[in-house]
């Protein structure tokens, strides 16, 4: 079973290549118009996929231990790059992949890993996950990913998005719970019910969007303004530490290197119970990302 004060206190979720598509069609623009619309495309291909290696690089030189990503996004290939670029081994951090929604539709689960394997050049994931409880699939996509637990393929075996039924429901089909729980969590929804069955099924509970994606409703108010004042840090480093002070391990997602070694800078520094109590009442109960028990999972 999985020790849970060994685990890493915060994540880093580089997301697809295309998370920089900002930057990619600006820069595009200029390369275009200088070396022409074909060796423009090419030159910015090249150097977004470099930008993009070079942040997972970073991230590890930071210190980041958890590098999390899908096979929704890719092979993994970059990543791997990156983490060589830091001079890291591959034991040097958790890396954790999912599997897709289409593969759980199309029975690709085990292909669909294996490729993963290729692309993250290694012979096992820390961690397997599946991205959504795919209505009609997820059941038979955990049993599948128990067995190749059992091949040696994986470590630990997680899920993303599932609600309490949905872990209650992998538990009645394996006689397994899942080793964790990968779902949105910020101050303005935070998953109290769900986090307090994770906790008593020692299922390791990870944020995503854990600073609700900037959302005006958090940084805005005044209440969190003066805490960031009162501890000298920014909204989002007081933010990722309510999360580590609940047990949740944050999984942040920005490839702004000041950004990365920023959301380090959270451990010299404890939140007051009075404190998280005041962020504990921003929670609304208000998602900003997709209901799992209420969406269209081709579209995911």
Known sequence: MLDLKDVPAIGFGPDDLWYMKGY?????????????????????????????VNAIAESVRLGYKLIDFSASYGDGSLIAKGIKRAGGDRSD???????????????????????????????????LMFHWPVTGHYEETWLKMIRMKEKGLCRMLGVANCNIHHLKRLYEVSGIFPEVNQVEIHPLFAQIELRKFC????????AYSPTARQDDRLFNPKPLKKLAAKYNKSITQLILKWHIQNGITPIIRSLNPRHLESDLDIFDFNISEEDMRLIDGLNINSRIRYDPDNCDFHSL
């Open 24 to 52: 990619y069609h600006s820069h595009n623009t200029i390369l275009q118009k200088v070396y022409g619309k074909t060796l423009g495309r090419v030159l910015n291909k090249t150097v977004v996929k470099s930008r993009y």
């Open 199 to 206: 906790r008593e099924n020692h299922i390791w509970v990870q």
């Open 93 to 127: 951090v958790l890396i954790t992949t999912r599997v897709s929604n289409t593969a759980q539709f199309n029975d690709g689960v085990e292909d669909e890993f294996l490729r993963q394997l290729k692309g993250f050049d290694t012979d096992y994931m820390d961690i």
